[in-house]
């Protein structure tokens, strides 16, 4: 068996097998705006029913010390727990395996929970949200109309302003931009470009007191 070498960042070898929770942010690697996906083992630190951190929060400076592993393509399913919006970072439960692609782009296959997991985490209270929601400040040039987004299957990207401190949703097809409270579900992610700095989602979703709920 020939073991390909991990660049430079990869702290250790191959991520752990099966299901774990992880903090999946989004990271640029220059000023061209590109970037890749970085995954932060957090099994100790995150609450795997809710997202929400077990202790104090993570300083910054102490998050780069947990294990990490980055990747530049990202598809499969995993489940989005919380999207934390001090640090930016999604809370995720996957299975997630790296392999080096033909192209020499570290590629990242993604495994959601079965489906008596995924229930079990549909009916967990967000018991976070209202105070969520008294703090939302509307903001011009984007939609809180959630009655009138697409029902049908379409083509997410999301991403965090991290100016505004707000979770986004772009409809790919129209252009148009929501502004949603936080993320949750099983997201289905789908391969788009190399080093895109967003992650996009293929399907429906349902927006529940302002949660983007993945379908």
């Given amino acids: 068996m020939v073991t390909i070498p991990k660049p430079s960042y990869q702290k250790t070898l191959s ?20 970037g890749r996906f970085r995954w932060r083992l957090a ?16 300083s910054r400076e102490e998050m780069r010390e ?25 809370a995720v439960r996957a299975e997630i395996d790296l392999n080096l692609n033909s192209n020499q782009l570290w590629q990242c296959d993604v495994w959601g929970p079965e489906a008596d997991e995924i229930a079990m985490l549909d009916a967990v209270p967000l018991t ?11 903001h ?26 707000a979770w986004r949703a772009r409809d790919e097809a129209t252009g148009q931009l929501w502004e949603v409270l936080d993320y949750r579900g099983l997201i289905k992610g789908s391969k788009f470009k190399p080093r895109e700095t967003h992650i996009f989602h293929q399907g429906k979703q349902e927006v529940i007191d302002g949660v983007f709920w993945f379908k």
């Avoid at 992880?22 to 000023?31: F, P, R, V």
């Avoid at 592993?69 to 995993?78: A, N, Q, S, Y």
Wanted: net charge negative; hydrophobic share 35%.
């Fill in 15 to 34: 991520p752990p097998e099966g299901l774990h929770t992880w903090l999946l942010a989004l990271e640029l690697t220059d000023q061209s705006n590109q």
């Fill in 43 to 58: 099994d100790d630190l995150i609450d795997p029913l809710t997202g929400l951190w077990l202790g104090s929060p993570m």
């Fill in 66 to 90: 947990l294990s990490t592993w980055h990747c530049d393509l990202l598809g499969g399913r995993f489940y989005v727990l919380h999207g934390d919006l001090v640090s930016h970072f999604l």
């Fill in 128 to 138: 976070w949200v209202e105070e969520h929601r008294r703090n939302m400040k509307q």
């Fill in 140 to 165: 011009p040039g984007v939609r809180y109309d959630y009655e009138n987004m697409p029902v049908a299957n379409t083509h997410w990207r999301l991403c965090a302003d991290k100016e505004l401190c």
